[in-house]
């Protein structure tokens, strides 16, 4: 089966290729073929540019001359050429990491707030943005919207679980029935957007991806789409224990099939806004971002701002 997925995109490649050379109206040189003969070695050439020598009876070199090939135009090459047009960096499939920042521009939590420390590292961001719009306003500089997916799971390293059914966010720690700390292998908060993105982006080179420079500076909108905790515990069929500053317990979990997920809006945000820089050469883009609005609502849990850096692997 992938041998057949091979094949076929290889025609489909093959035929696409041959369709753009023949649509771009390429003339080639009309010149006659001339053969040389010198004992058992032969020349001949097929077309300017391109000789192939014959030696012996078993070898073959091909000589091809670069600057005699100046008939083929980068024009005819979609993945080099857009038509002179101006085409934005937004669109693709992008694999990043998040964090959380306080006010002061700092990782590490103090006491009261440590359950929001996160392994940055497991802390995988993927952005889809399907769709993007463009408008050329001068020369090199361009407008670039369009439509994104943003999916966030902020890991966190303590043994403290977060709930979003009172009137602010807590969390407490978890035990088992003996009150010995427990630390579930998975303890994420997962986030969804829809974002809208509004971006000004200087492009080198506009009209050849292939070989052009871009910065992009701007802001994306998002709207919340959904948001859920997840513990994955090493035990399955086990009662634990939610415990308070004061060590006493306030309520219990029995995690079936050693997971437990909680959906809910955990006194996050509904709206956001990023301030946003892409900066790359040809197809590799590079990209961050920091939220301008508090993660979670006023006065319903602390104020720390979300950050993502990451990297555009399937641009189109």
Same mark, same amino acid.
Not at 33 to 56: H, L, V, W
Not at 78 to 95: N, R
Not at 118 to 124: D, G, K, L, Q, V
């Given at each position: ?106 990782? &590490? *939590?103090?006491?009261? $707030?440590?359950? @929001? #420390? =996160? ?7 993927? &952005? *889809?943005?399907?769709? $993007?719009?463009? @408008? #050329? =306003? ?179």
């Amino acid at each position: 089966m992938k041998k057949l997925f091979v094949m076929t995109g290889i025609i489909l490649i093959s035929v696409f290729i041959f369709y753009n050379v023949s649509a771009a109206g390429i003339n080639y040189p009309k010149e006659s073929s001339k053969q040389e003969i010198s004992g058992n070695d032969s020349t001949k050439k097929m077309m300017r540019g391109m000789k192939i020598q014959k030696i012996g009876d078993d070898s073959m070199i091909i000589y091809i001359g670069k600057k005699d090939f100046n008939h083929f135009s980068m024009h005819a090459y979609p993945w080099c050429h857009k038509d002179g047009k101006f085409y934005g960096h937004w669109a693709g499939f992008e694999l990043g990491l998040g964090g959380l920042f306080n006010s002061g521009f700092n990782m &590490n *939590f103090p006491e009261t $707030e440590n359950y @929001l #420390n =996160i392994n940055t590292a497991r802390s995988i961001m993927l &952005n *889809f943005n399907p769709f $993007e719009f463009n @408008l #050329n =306003i001068r020369d090199h500089f361009g407008l670039t919207s369009g439509l994104g997916f943003q999916l966030n799971n902020y890991y966190f390293t303590d043994n403290t679980m977060i709930l979003g059914d009172s009137v602010k966010l807590v969390a407490y720690k978890i035990v088992d029935v003996k009150g010995s700390s427990v630390t579930p292998t998975v303890n994420k908060l997962f986030v969804a957007w829809v974002n809208v993105p509004i971006l000004l982006e200087y492009q080198t080179n506009p009209g050849y991806r292939s070989s052009s420079f871009h910065v992009t500076l701007g802001v994306i909108g998002g709207v919340r789409i959904g948001s859920y905790t997840k513990q994955r515990f090493q035990e399955s069929g086990t009662t634990y224990y939610l415990q308070n500053s004061r060590d006493t317990i306030v309520g219990s979990l029995y995690p079936d099939n050693h997971i437990l997920r909680m959906h809910g809006a955990y006194h996050l945000n509904s709206f956001k806004l990023d301030a946003t820089v892409r900066v790359g050469w040809s197809f590799l883009n590079l990209f961050a971002t920091y939220s301008l609005t508090p993660m979670f609502i006023r006065n319903e849990g602390p104020v720390i701002y979300p950050w993502n850096v990451g990297i555009t692997l399937m641009p189109w």
